[in-house]
C-alpha cells in the first residue's frame, strides 16, 4: 500500500510538471483534466490508509478542524508553493473616490455584493435590501415596501434569460427578481444551509449555485444537491472552463467539476490547514483565479495548477477585479490593493483612506462597462473609483510647472523643487516623485517663475530678482540631480521669464523688458514697456516675434532682424482693453491668446475668432496653453482642464476630473499623460487610455405620465384627444460623470432634426394636436459620445370624435340621407296633393257636379214649364242640401286639424241623428266608451276615406233603402274596429246591376285604408254593411 501511495505521488508530480511546462497552452488543460487520464489515481493521493477519502472528514464551517493524522497525510504529499513577499507602495496621491450612502437614497450602507445588469443598471445588495441605480436614482427594495429581501450576498443575472436576477439573500435562501416581482426559493430546511455565496449559469441555461455546505442546480423549480464523491466545503465561486467544467473554490482547494458525469477532481491550493482557508476568488480576464486566503496572500491558478502565491503584508486578502489594465484589485484589513498580473510582480500599491477612500474594509468589488470601478464598504456605503487614469499629488501654494527633455515634470514649490516621472515598468500605478532641496539657496528668498530651456536646463528666479540655471543629470532611482550652471541677479523684481528657441532668455521686469543669452551682459536687448508698465507674460513665436501682454490691458508685439535688430513695437487694437494672461502659437502657425474675462483667441491669418463660455469654455480666463499630442490644444482655465483640435476649434471637451479646479499650468507628456497644476496640487490624467474605453451610453424610457397620471406605456398606444399632455421620463446610463449626461429628443413622426442637449432627464409636451407620433430621445455622455439607438415611443392621439374619418362619412351619410327624406317626403306631399286634388276632383265631379248639373237641369225645366214648379223645387231644394253637404265633407277632409277615431265616430254619429230626425227615422247608435278607443290621430287620407265611406253607408240607408230604422254599432277590441250598418228597408238583389256607384266607391276606400268591407242584402230584408279595420298608427 506505501509502495502504491508513493507511486501515485511521483506520478501526481510528473503530471503536475508537464502541465506547469506546457506554458499555459489551454488544450493540454483541457486533455489532461477532462479526458486522456483518469483521475482515480489522482483523487487516491489525497486517501488516507484504510482508503477513505479524506476530504470528506473536513469540516465546511470550520477547515482548521482537521485530525492530525489528516494533515499529514497532505504535508507529506505535496510540497507547499514558495510565497512571494510583494513590497508596498502607498502612494502620496488623491483618487476621485465618490461615496453614496442612504443620504443619496442608498437603501443601506453596508453593500455586500454589486452588479451591473445587461442593461447597464448597478445593482447592490446590502444588509438591509436591494438597490438598483442608474446613474440619477436608486430604486430600492426591502422588507420595508413587501420585498422579501434582507442581507444580500451574491447577485447574478441570466445570460438565456436577461431581466432574470438572482438574489442570495442571507439564510433566507434564492430570490428571483423580474418585473418588480421577487419568488423565494429556499435551499435547505435549516438557516444555516440558506447560505449562498456564488451563483453560475452553464452553457445549457442551468443554474448553479455554491453554498455553505454544498453545490447545488436549479431544475424544476427546486435547487437540487449534487451528490459526488467527495464532500465540499462552503464553495466560495464557481468559474467556467469549459461547457462541461467548472472550477470550484471552495474553503481550503479548488476543484475541477464535470458537469457531464458529476465527477470532481482536485486542484490543490497546498495551504496550511492548520490556520488557513479562502476567502473569495475571482476569475481574470486571462482565465487565470486568483484566491485570497485569510494570512493575506494571494493564489494565482493558472492553467488548472495553483503556481503561484503572493504575500502583501497584512491578514485576509480578498480578490475583487480585474480593472481591464493589468491590475487585479483585492482588499485586505487595511485599504484595497491594486497588483500587477504579470509574471515578474515586485510590489503592490495600497490606497487608504489617505488616498481619499472613506473607510478600510470592503466586501464587493465591480468593474462596470465603462471602465468605472465600485467598491462595497463595510459601513460607508458604496465607493465609486470613476477614473482610474486620473490621480492628484496635493500640493501647497505651487508656484510653476515645466516637462523636460527626459518627460519628467518639475514643480516649482515656494523653496523647493519636485520631480515626477513614470517607471519604465507597468507595475507601479501611478508617477514617482522626487524633492530636491536647492544649494546656495535662501530659504528667505521664495521661487517665483520657472521655464526650460533648449538645452534642458531649469531656470528659476526668486522674488529678489535671482536667477540660476539647473542642469538636469539623471540618477540610477530614475529621478534626476540638479546642478547649479549658472547663478547671477538682476536688479528689482522679475514679473514673467521664456526661453525662446535659441536659447534666448527673455525677463519682464519693472517697466522693462531684457534679453540675452547666457548672461545679462551677452548680447543683451531692453525694451522699454509703452506707458511705464509691467509685463505679465511673454512668448517668442518661432517666427521671431515678441509678444508680451501688461497686467493691465492690452497685447504689444516687437519684430526682430537676424541682427536682432528691432521694429516699432506695434500695439494690437484688438487687445486694447483686454487683459491678457497666455499666448501661444501652434504647429499651423495660429496665434492663441487666452485672456482673463474674454475667453480664447485664435488670429488667424485673414480673421480674429473669438471662443468663449457660449461656445463650451469652461471659463473665460485662460491662464495656460499647450499643445500637446495629436493636435491636442490644452486649455488651463479657471474652472478646469480641456482641449479643443487644432482641426476641429468649434468643439470643446471637458476633462471632468479636473472640473472646478482653478488650473493655472497645464501639459501633455510623450505617453499620453496629461497634467494641470493648481494651488491645492498637481493632477494627472492618462488621456490616452481614458478615451481607449469610450462606450455609447444605453438609454431606455422609464415611465410616462399622462395629464399628471403615471400610465403604462407601448409602442402603438392610442391617446384620447383630451390626453394631449404627456410628460415623458427617460434615464441615459453613464457612470463616467452621471451628472454630466445630457439628452436630445424628437417628436414627430419623420422628425430628424434634434434638440438642443439639454440636462434635464425628462421632456413635458402640452397640448399635442391630434396624429401620429414617434418620441426619440438619445443620450451624450461627458465626452460626447452618443447613444448608438435612442429609445422610442410611438403612440397616436386620437382625434375627437368629430374629427374623425368615420364620424365625418356618417355625418355625410346622415346629411345625405336627411336630404333625401325631405326630398321624398317632399315629393310623397306633392304626390299627396296630387292625389287629392283627383280624390277632390273626382268627389266635386261625381257629386257636386252631378247636383249642380241636376239642379240647373231643373231650373231650365221650372222656366219653361211652370206648371211643373212644385215638384221640381223640391228636387232642387234636396240637391242644393245634398251639394252644400258634400262641400262640408269636402272642406272637412282638406282641414289641418287632425281627428282620432273617437272624434269621428262622434261627428259620425251627430250627422246621422240630423238626417234620421228629418226623416223620421227611429236611430241606434251603439258607441264604445272613449278610454276604450285609440287616441292617435288619423292621417288625413285614412281620415278621409273612412269618414266617406261610413257617410255614404248611412246617406244610402238613409236614402235609398226605405227603412224606418237604422242601427249602427261600433265595437273595438285589440286594435279591431267593427263598424255595422244595418237598415229594415226594402234591400236589393246583389246580383242586379244598378247606375250607382257608390257601393263601388265603399269597396274602393276600404281597400285603401286595408280593412274588409261586407254587405249583405236581400230584396225585402234590409241591408247590412259590415266594416272590418285594423287600426294603425
Request: charged share 20%; proline share 3%; net charge negative.
Amino acid at each position: 500500500m506505501i509502495i502504491t501511495d508513493h507511486l501515485r505521488i511521483i506520478i501526481f508530480a510528473f503530471l503536475v510538471a508537464g502541465v506547469m511546462l506546457t506554458d499555459g497552452k489551454s488544450n493540454i488543460r483541457f486533455d489532461y483534466f477532462a479526458e486522456e487520464l483518469s483521475y482515480t489515481s489522482v483523487n487516491s493521493i489525497f486517501q488516507s490508509r484504510n482508503g477513505v477519502n479524506t476530504l470528506n472528514k473536513i469540516d465546511s464551517d470550520t477547515p482548521a478542524n482537521i485530525s492530525a493524522d489528516i494533515r499529514e497525510n497532505i504535508h507529506i504529499r505535496v510540497d507547499r508553493i514558495k510565497t512571494k513577499k510583494l513590497d508596498l507602495i502607498e502612494p502620496k496621491v488623491l483618487l476621485p473616490f465618490r461615496t453614496y450612502t442612504i443620504k443619496d437614497g442608498l437603501v443601506g450602507n453596508r453593500v455586500r455584493a454589486l452588479m451591473q445588469d445587461s442593461k447597464g443598471f448597478i445593482w447592490i445588495g446590502t444588509t438591509e435590501g436591494l438597490s438598483v441605480y442608474d446613474g440619477t436614482n436608486f430604486q430600492n427594495y426591502s422588507k420595508a415596501n413587501g420585498f422579501p429581501v434582507g442581507t444580500v450576498l451574491s447577485i447574478y443575472e441570466s445570460g438565456n434569460q436577461p431581466g432574470n436576477i438572482w438574489l442570495s439573500v442571507a439564510g433566507e435562501g434564492v430570490v428571483r427578481f423580474s418585473d418588480d416581482t421577487a419568488v423565494v426559493y429556499k435551499i435547505g430546511t435549516e438557516n444555516y444551509q440558506n447560505y449562498v455565496f456564488c451563483f453560475y449559469e452553464d452553457p445549457s441555461g442551468t443554474l448553479w449555485c455554491g453554498t455553505r455546505y454544498g453545490l447545488f442546480y436549479f431544475a424544476d423549480g427546486n435547487f437540487n444537491k449534487i451528490n459526488t464523491n467527495l464532500k465540499f466545503e462552503s464553495v466560495k465561486n464557481i468559474f467556467t472552463v469549459s461547457d462541461s467544467l467548472m472550477v470550484i473554490v471552495s474553503d481550503v482547494d479548488c476543484y475541477l467539476f464535470n458537469r457531464n458525469n458529476n465527477q470532481t477532481k482536485l486542484i490543490p491550493l497546498h495551504l496550511d490547514l492548520t490556520k488557513d482557508y479562502t476567502i473569495d476568488a475571482i476569475i481574470d480576464d486571462d482565465g487565470d483565479i486568483w484566491i485570497g486566503i485569510v494570512d493575506g496572500s494571494l493564489v494565482r491558478v493558472h492553467n488548472l495548477v495553483a503556481d503561484a502565491s503572493y504575500k502583501i503584508g497584512n491578514n485576509y486578502m480578498q480578490p475583487g477585479l480585474d480593472d481591464g489594465e493589468g491590475f487585479i484589485w483585492a482588499a485586505d484589513v487595511i485599504g484595497l490593493l491594486r497588483i500587477a498580473k504579470s509574471s515578474d510582480i515586485k510590489q503592490a500599491t495600497l490606497y487608504t483612506p489617505a488616498n481619499g477612500l472613506p473607510h478600510e474594509s470592503y466586501w464587493a468589488m465591480l468593474k462596470d462597462r465603462e471602465g468605472n470601478l465600485w467598491f462595497g464598504n463595510n459601513s460607508n456605503g458604496l465607493i465609486k473609483l470613476e477614473n482610474q487614469f486620473f490621480y492628484h499629488f496635493p500640493l501647497e501654494n505651487p508656484k510653476n510647472a515645466v516637462i523636460d527633455q527626459q518627460n519628467h515634470i518639475w514643480v516649482a514649490m515656494p523653496n523647493h523643487l519636485i520631480e515626477y516621472w513614470r517607471e519604465s515598468k507597468g507595475d507601479y500605478p501611478v508617477l514617482r516623485d522626487k524633492i530636491h532641496d536647492l544649494k546656495n539657496f535662501d530659504r528667505n528668498d521664495k521661487i517665483s517663475l520657472m521655464t526650460i530651456d533648449y538645452n534642458n536646463r531649469l531656470i528659476i528666479t526668486t522674488n529678489d530678482g535671482t536667477i540660476q540655471r539647473l542642469e538636469i543629470q539623471p540618477s540610477a532611482d530614475g529621478g534626476s540631480f540638479l546642478k547649479v550652471n549658472q547663478s547671477f541677479a538682476l536688479p528689482g523684481k522679475n514679473y514673467a521669464v521664456q526661453s525662446d528657441h535659441r536659447n534666448r532668455l527673455w525677463v519682464a521686469q519693472e517697466e522693462n523688458i531684457l534679453s540675452f543669452i547666457d548672461s545679462p551682459t551677452n548680447d543683451r536687448i531692453k525694451v522699454s514697456i509703452p506707458n511705464r508698465q509691467n509685463a505679465h507674460t511673454i512668448y517668442r513665436s518661432p517666427d521671431s516675434t515678441v509678444w508680451f501682454s501688461l497686467f493691465e490691458n492690452g497685447l504689444y508685439s516687437l519684430k526682430f532682424t537676424s541682427s536682432n535688430d528691432s521694429q516699432p513695437i506695434l500695439e494690437s487694437k484688438t487687445f486694447k482693453d483686454i487683459h491678457v494672461r497666455s499666448i501661444l502659437q501652434t504647429r499651423n502657425g495660429e496665434l492663441l491668446i487666452g485672456t482673463s474675462g474674454n475667453g480664447l483667441f485664435i488670429l488667424q491669418s485673414d480673421r480674429i475668432k473669438n471662443i468663449t463660455t457660449t461656445d463650451g469654455l469652461l471659463s473665460n480666463t485662460i491662464w495656460d496653453i499647450y499643445e500637446g499630442n495629436d493636435d491636442n490644444i490644452w486649455l488651463a482655465t479657471s474652472h478646469g482642464l480641456c482641449y479643443l483640435k487644432s482641426a476641429q476649434i468649434n468643439t470643446i471637451h471637458t476633462i471632468f476630473p479636473m472640473y472646478g479646479r482653478w488650473i493655472f499650468k497645464c501639459g501633455e507628456l510623450t505617453d499620453g499623460l496629461v497634467w494641470g497644476l493648481s494651488p491645492d496640487g498637481l493632477t494627472i490624467y492618462d488621456y490616452k487610455k481614458d478615451i481607449r474605453q469610450e462606450v455609447a451610453p444605453p438609454i431606455y424610457i422609464r415611465s410616462v405620465s399622462i395629464n399628471g397620471n403615471q400610465v403604462p406605456f407601448y409602442d402603438g398606444m392610442e391617446l384620447t384627444y383630451d390626453m394631449s399632455n404627456c410628460e415623458i421620463n427617460y434615464v441615459g446610463i453613464s457612470y463616467k460623470g452621471e451628472r454630466a449626461v445630457r439628452y436630445q429628443y424628437t417628436i414627430g413622426e419623420n422628425d430628424t432634426t434634434w434638440s438642443q442637449p439639454l440636462e434635464h432627464s425628462r421632456v413635458t409636451m402640452a397640448a399635442l394636436k391630434p396624429g401620429r407620433y414617434t418620441f426619440r430621445v438619445r443620450a451624450i455622455n461627458q465626452n460626447g459620445v452618443v447613444s448608438l439607438e435612442p429609445a422610442t415611443w410611438e403612440f397616436t392621439i386620437l382625434p375627437p370624435l368629430w374629427q374623425r374619418w368615420w364620424f365625418t362619412a356618417i355625418v355625410v351619410i346622415f346629411i345625405g340621407l336627411m336630404v333625401y327624406l325631405i326630398y321624398r317626403y317632399r315629393v310623397n306631399k306633392i304626390l299627396e296633393m296630387e292625389h287629392l286634388r283627383r280624390h277632390l276632383a273626382s268627389d266635386l265631379h261625381d257629386e257636386l257636379a252631378t247636383n249642380l248639373s241636376s239642379i240647373a237641369m231643373f231650373s231650365n225645366i221650372v222656366q219653361e214649364n211652370p206648371q211643373q214648379q212644385s215638384g221640381l223645387l223640391g228636387r232642387i231644394t234636396t240637391l242644393a242640401k245634398e251639394s252644400v253637404d258634400a262641400v262640408r265633407d269636402i272642406i272637412w277632409t282638406l282641414d289641418t286639424k287632425q281627428e282620432t277615431i273617437g272624434s269621428l265616430l262622434t261627428r259620425l254619429h251627430d250627422i246621422t241623428v240630423i238626417n234620421c230626425r228629418a226623416r223620421d227615422f227611429q236611430l241606434k247608435f251603439d258607441l264604445p266608451p272613449k278610454d276604450s278607443l285609440p287616441s292617435f290621430y288619423l292621417e288625413p287620407e285614412t281620415n278621409k276615406n273612412l269618414w266617406l265611406l261610413l257617410k255614404e253607408a248611412v246617406n244610402n240607408a238613409c236614402k235609398h233603402s226605405g227603412c224606418s230604422e237604422i242601427l249602427i254599432e261600433t265595437t273595438h277590441r285589440s286594435g279591431l274596429l267593427d263598424i255595422r250598418v244595418k237598415d229594415n228597408g226594402n234591400g236589393f238583389d246583389r246580383a242586379t246591376k244598378t247606375n250607382g256607384k257608390g257601393l263601388e266607391t265603399m269597396k274602393m276606400r276600404a281597400e285603401e285604408l286595408g280593412g274588409k268591407l261586407e254587405i249583405n242584402s236581400q230584396v225585402g230584408n234590409g241591408t247590412e254593411i259590415l266594416f272590418q279595420w285594423k287600426m294603425k298608427k
